[in-house]
């Protein structure tokens, strides 16, 4: 079966401080790995993807996420975290299904960046 | 470029009425998808299709149709509401092939089934 999963439902950070969102996935063969972020009332966002090479993936409004192929992992990151980073945040997995390619979400990590 | 639209954002229905969501999206996309979104669940594929006139079902099927009939457009039905349908759906597009195309999502459309 392939699967990602998001660990925690809510992540709770002082702002200035670093962040970290964790992901975990679960894929036969390579993957491809996204991130993406929802504000209240809003359709998702993209922010990130891995497809291949450099480990550290940049993205979007300053986020990073690094790419463990040992660990199975896709953590997002970022150096220091803002109020207005709070929102809702997905980890997906794109998987082939009969040739196409089907991503996978995790259920989400609420972020919370308290003043 | 709108992007993702979807009509209408809101709907309340009630049970055993049947509605349609439109999705439309002006990037040429070839990959279409439904999803819905209930607190705790995250993310819930429904119908998703790979061209015009293709469709396919997803994780959560039961008690949805879709139609692909142009390109840009992809319709979702359902033909007998029932409560358990009250949720939040959300259509995306992306390019063809390559499991390395983000998703671009539309704004939602709020359902409530009473």
């Known amino acids: 079966a392939q699967s990602v999963a998001q660990p925690e439902d809510q992540v709770n950070v002082a702002e200035g401080n670093p962040l970290t969102v964790k992901c975990t996935y679960s894929v036969s063969g390579n993957p491809y790995l996204f991130w993406y972020v929802q504000y209240p009332n809003r359709g998702l966002q993209f922010l990130l993807k891995?497809?291949?090479?450099?480990?550290l993936v940049k993205g979007s409004y300053g986020f990073e996420a690094e790419f463990n192929k040992s660990q199975t992992s896709f953590h997002l990151k970022k150096p220091s975290a803002l109020v207005s980073d709070s929102a809702l945040y997905f980890c997906a997995v794109r998987v082939t299904s009969g040739g196409s390619y089907i991503p996978t979400f995790g259920r989400g990590t609420s972020l919370i960046v308290h003043p | 470029n709108a992007g993702v639209t979807q009509t209408p954002k809101f709907r309340v229905l009630k049970t055993g009425q049947s509605m349609t969501l439109l999705c439309a999206q002006d990037?040429?996309?070839?990959?279409m998808y439904w999803y819905r979104q209930d607190p705790g669940m995250g993310l819930r594929l429904i119908h998703y299709s790979v061209g015009e006139g293709t469709t396919a079902k997803g994780e959560v099927p039961d008690g949805y149709n879709v139609s692909r009939l142009k390109k840009q457009n992809f319709l979702l039905g359902l033909e007998s509401a029932a409560p358990s349908q009250t949720s939040v759906y959300f259509c995306?597009?992306?390019?063809?092939?390559?499991?390395?195309?983000?998703?671009?999502f539309g704004p939602g459309t709020r359902l409530t089934v009473l």
């Open positions: 891995y497809i291949t090479g450099d480990n």
């Open positions: 995306a597009s992306s390019w063809t092939s390559g499991a390395y195309n983000e998703q671009f």
């Open positions: 990037m040429n996309h070839e990959y």
